[in-house]
């Protein structure tokens, strides 16, 4: 089982570039969340999704857009880069019952992404 | 605001020592608090969780105490090992129904270092 796979792992753009993160999950996991990591700040959650076609803002939306057409891929995309954006994004994925039982969330190796 | 608050910010313990890591939180309603552990490089990877209904769980080494009045949970790491080293996030979340999806609020890490 790969788990949570993230694609790719080290990325460089120039500020007003785009590109799209992709996260694949082979857990058939129904959440899945995107968030980004800062020295001293932790982890912050950008966008999740409850299943396949629905997406949520999170903490630190601006900026990005997520999809999810296929239950397990959940894509981060940034439209125009900014310097702002540099920073490690993870993707995790959790089974996500709904019944008030919480599930630990799985997550991927993550992507380094520097803006220029 | 910050839902979680983490310290401290780096720990540096003797090999065969006791590591603490302290969290406070502010919502009452969380339920489901648990600890990430990760290592450069890797997406963090669950360690240990707690619920409030119970004041402490031991795993190994690691044990969470839980003070429900007091709002604060704290990860004891005994008879640390230099392969402790390495990032430790605390969390919590609230219950996974309907809207609230079992979102996780995560401290800002503790960077553990355990000398040989």
């Known amino acids: 089982n790969a788990g949570v796979t993230q694609t790719p792992k080290f990325r460089v753009l120039k500020t007003g570039q785009s590109m799209t993160l992709l996260c694949a999950q082979d857990m058939n996991h129904e959440y899945m969340y995107w968030y980004r990591q800062d020295p001293g700040m932790g982890l912050r959650l950008i966008h999740y999704?409850?299943?396949?076609?629905?997406?949520a803002k999170g903490e630190v939306p601006d900026g990005y857009n997520v999809s999810r057409l296929k239950k397990q891929n959940f894509l981060l995309g940034l439209e125009s880069a900014a310097p702002s954006q540099t920073s490690v994004y993870f993707c995790?994925?959790?089974?996500?019952?709904?019944?008030?039982?919480?599930?630990?969330?799985?997550f991927g190796d993550g992507t380094r992404l520097s803006i220029l | 605001q910050q839902q979680v608050k983490q310290s401290p910010q780096s720990l540096i313990v003797q090999k065969g020592g006791i590591s603490i890591i302290n969290c406070a939180y502010e919502?009452?309603?969380?339920?489901?608090f648990p600890w990430y552990q990760q290592f450069p490089g890797k997406g963090p990877a669950l360690l240990i969780a707690?619920?409030?209904?119970?004041s402490e769980k031991k795993e190994g080494r690691f044990t969470i105490s839980f003070n429900k009045s007091a709002k604060q949970f704290s990860l004891h790491i005994m008879d640390s090992q230099p392969g402790d080293s390495a990032t430790y996030f605390c969390a919590a979340s609230l219950a996974d129904r309907g809207s609230t999806l079992g979102r996780l609020y995560f401290g800002r890490g503790t960077q553990l270092t355990v000398w040989p």
């Open positions: 999704s409850v299943g396949e076609g629905t997406t």
């Open positions: 707690i619920r409030p209904d119970v």
């Open positions: 995790a994925s959790a089974p996500g019952t709904g019944r008030g039982v919480n599930q630990p969330q799985h």
């Open positions: 919502n009452t309603a969380f339920d489901y």
